[in-house]
T-cell receptor, first 116, second 113 residues
Framework: NAGVMQNPRHLVRRRGQEARLRCSPM?????VYWYRQLPEEGLKFMVY????????ESGMPKERFSAEFPKEGPSILRIQQVVRGDSAAYFC??????????????FGPGTRLTVT | GENVEQHPSTLSVQEGDSAVIKCTYS??????FPWYKQELGKRPQLIID?????GEKKDQRIAVTLNKTAKHFSLHITETQPEDSAVYFCAAVSSGSARQLTFGSGTQLTVLP
């Protein structure tokens, strides 16, 4: 039973380039969350998605950041025109959303983005 | 929105001693409180959670208590071992929210052999 998968694990981008981060939820999970963790800090919520729907993006920066969770394929977090301040670990989590444990969130291994 | 405060930020204990980490939350509608353990460079791992209709939950050496009136919850680790060394995060989910986790700032636990 594969857990939450993220790729790439490490991503290096120059300032101004685009970063694309992918997340495949656990089997049977239909809810995906993205969190950002700056060095030596806690995790901050960015966006919550279900298939083909953005439920809550209140934690997303207004510009340059977007997320999607298409009907087929992984969820994608896209950062356009990256700046050095975007350097962080980006974690995806998934939850079943319904059933006995709807709130439990399981995290992927993260993508460590470095902007040079 | 929800605000979660966690303390202490660092905690050192001798192997075999107990460790306690405390968190407070602001939103009285919060009803789910998980704890995550994160080792350096690794993913956060869910180690225990508690719901607002329960005051205490235990799983082997780990226990969590919840005081809804005071809006605080605590993680207790007994008989600590060096492999317990990690950063521990508390979190809260509000029933009125879209279920996103609001995290505390983390506690670096070091268990000294």
């Amino acid at each position: 039973n594969a857990g939450v998968m993220q790729n790439p694990r490490h991503l290096v981008r120059r300032r101004g380039q685009e970063a694309r981060l992918r997340c495949s939820p656990m089997k049977g999970h239909s809810h995906v969350y993205w969190y950002r963790q700056l060095p030596e800090e806690g995790l901050k919520f960015m966006v919550y998605l279900q298939k083909e729907n953005i439920i809550d993006e209140s934690g997303m920066p207004k510009e340059r950041f977007s997320a999607e969770f298409p009907k087929e394929g992984p969820s994608i977090l896209r950062i356009q025109q990256v700046v050095r301040g975007d350097s962080a670990a980006y974690f995806c989590a998934s939850s079943p959303g319904t059933g006995g444990q709807p709130y439990e969130q399981y995290f992927g291994p993260g993508t460590r983005l470095t902007v040079t | 929105g929800e605000n979660v405060e966690q303390h202490p930020s660092t905690l050192s204990v001798q192997e075999g001693d107990s460790a306690v980490i405390k968190c407070t939350y602001s939103d009285s509608a919060s009803n789910y409180f998980p704890w995550y353990k994160q080792e350096l460079g690794k993913r956060p791992q869910l180690i225990i959670d508690i719901r607002s209709n329960v005051g205490e939950k235990k799983d082997q050496r780990i226990a969590v208590t919840l005081n809804k009136t005071a809006k605080h919850f605590s993680l207790h680790i007994t008989e600590t071992q060096p492999e317990d060394s990690a950063v521990y995060f508390c979190a809260a989910v509000s029933s009125g929210s879209a279920r996103q986790l609001t995290f505390g700032s983390g506690t670096q636990l070091t268990v000294l052999p």
